[in-house]
């Protein structure tokens, strides 16, 4: 069974999928933060249409910028007892343990600003790093971005070396590429490739475009930079494919473009402001897309008063393009309207009854319950299942027995719900006969248990109501 692992230093598994987060530093600490020397780290040009003789003149220009990256946060774990469901009747007292991470960061500008993986930094209450010369600086945590698992610090220290963030769009694949950071605690490990794909998806995050490269990449390589034959970062490094913790080929790197983006909203804003249509899509299946006139995704349903009601968006639209960039996959979609700002007017052509529609939706940014929602669906997508809170709307929708909990509306093949035998159109009722009201009320309910525990779901099932218990994906 193939795995996707986060390389980062603590491991996960998550069902089928092997999450190993990478976080990579020195571990040598210095009571006053030292200079560092200034450089900017661009190296020269090199020609991508011949194979290079080595990579020594860009390595030395961009390795004083990469760096190692500590961070330290604070669990809370139930002692003796070792599953949540039968801790709860004993009532088994929490105690609170340290727990580190490793991996690697780099530096994008001459004030000391960093970008790194979210999970590289995830609810840290101190972050260290370490340059080339094993000098340690406490970082600040300017800003994160779960939904594309990119993280933005900064140190106090100026004119240090930095590393350009180049034009991922312009990336093909064939070209040759470097991936630095710090593997198993191997400071500084330089590995080469090429790009092997782009555009890839593989379910980690709520807005993903992989580079996809055969550089290896390891465990505590997620943060630090990919690099080009022209010195800059095209990617971050992020995720592996693998069957172990190991590392076969198959890396995955966060597109720079993307993160530029990211970069510039953590920095204003202390937090990505997105576009906002309110729509849930879906993409067709090879034998629905034979019926249908062109290639695209399917409107599942509109939200009321959103942007795409004004606009005149209804459930079954079929959407093809974006500001006449064609939509093939709902991630296609996902990624135009995030890249959108609040206020833009997004030029909209759908498929209706087999007729072909024009439609202008004027983007606003995502309101706060919108965007608890969508933290906790992300959330509830590692159950392999995806949530909404039912409404006698939705009930009506879905012709439903009961308005009451949160409505399944879709279960991934192969993920922990449907191991559990969890089946798209359940409605979940309660958890530990604790009822459930929100999807953030679920995830805030299973924030705290350890993954592999046990829980017991009450779920409504075509109007009957059965017990299942569900065991968390480790």
Do not use: C
Request: proline share 4%; glycine share 10%.
């Amino acid at each position: 069974m193939k795995k996707i692992g986060l390389i980062a230093g603590t491991s996960f598994l998550a069902g089928a999928l092997f999450f190993a987060l990478s976080f990579g530093f020195l571990q040598k600490s210095v009571n006053n933060e030292p200079v560092i020397s200034p450089a900017v780290v661009r190296a020269e040009s090199v020609s991508q249409s011949v194979v290079p003789n080595s990579f020594v003149d860009i390595v030395r220009k961009v390795k004083p910028a990469v760096l190692k990256v500590i961070s330290e946060s604070i669990v809370e774990r139930r002692s003796r007892f070792g599953d949540d469901f039968f801790d709860q009747f004993f009532n088994a007292p929490r105690r609170q343990e340290k727990r580190s991470g490793e991996g690697s960061g780099f530096f994008i500008s001459a004030d000391g600003y960093i970008l790194t993986n979210n999970h590289v930094v995830k609810d840290a209450v101190k972050v260290k790093i370490f340059n080339i010369d094993n000098a340690e600086f406490t970082a600040k945590i300017i800003g994160t971005d779960p939904k594309t698992d990119l993280a933005l610090l900064k140190i106090s220290t100026k004119n240090v070396p930095f590393i350009d963030l180049g034009d991922s769009n312009a990336v093909e694949v064939g070209e040759w590429v470097l991936a630095i950071g710090n593997p198993f605690g191997q400071d500084l490990t330089v590995t080469s490739g090429i790009i092997s794909a782009t555009g890839r998806h593989l379910g980690l995050a709520q807005y993903e475009d992989f580079l996809q490269t055969d550089a290896a990449i390891n465990m505590g390589n997620s943060g630090g930079p990919l690099i080009n034959m022209k010195g800059e970062a095209i990617g971050i490094n992020s995720t592996i494919l693998t069957p172990s913790a190991g590392n076969i080929g198959i890396g995955f790197a966060i597109p720079a473009n993307m993160a530029k983006k990211v970069v510039a909203d953590l920095k204003t804003k202390g937090k990505v402001v997105r576009g906002w249509f309110g729509i849930q899509i879906q993409n067709i299946s090879a034998s629905d897309a034979k019926d249908l006139p062109t290639a695209g995704v399917l409107v599942s349903r509109v939200e009321e008063n959103s942007p795409a009601q004004k606009a005149g968006l209804k459930r079954y639209d079929l959407i093809v393009a974006i500001n006449g960039k064609a939509i093939k996959a709902a991630a296609d979609l996902q990624m135009e309207i995030a890249n959108s700002a609040p206020g833009d007017e997004i030029t909209t052509t759908i498929y209706r009854n087999r007729e072909k529609q024009v439609l202008k939706v004027k983007v606003i940014e995502a309101p706060d319950a919108v965007r608890e929602q969508a933290a906790a669906e992300s959330k509830s997508m590692s159950l392999g299942m995806a949530l909404v809170k039912n409404t006698p709307g939705l009930a009506r929708e879905y012709g439903l027995k009961t308005a009451k909990g949160l409505v399944v509306e879709n279960v991934e093949r192969g993920g922990a719900a449907a191991e559990n035998g969890i089946k798209t159109g359940d409605v979940i009722l309660a958890v530990n006969r604790t009822a459930v009201e929100s999807v953030a009320q679920l995830r805030s309910f299973l924030a705290g248990r350890r993954s592999g525990s046990m829980v017991l779901l009450l779920i409504n099932r075509d109007g009957d109501e059965v017990y299942i218990r569900f065991a968390l994906p480790e």
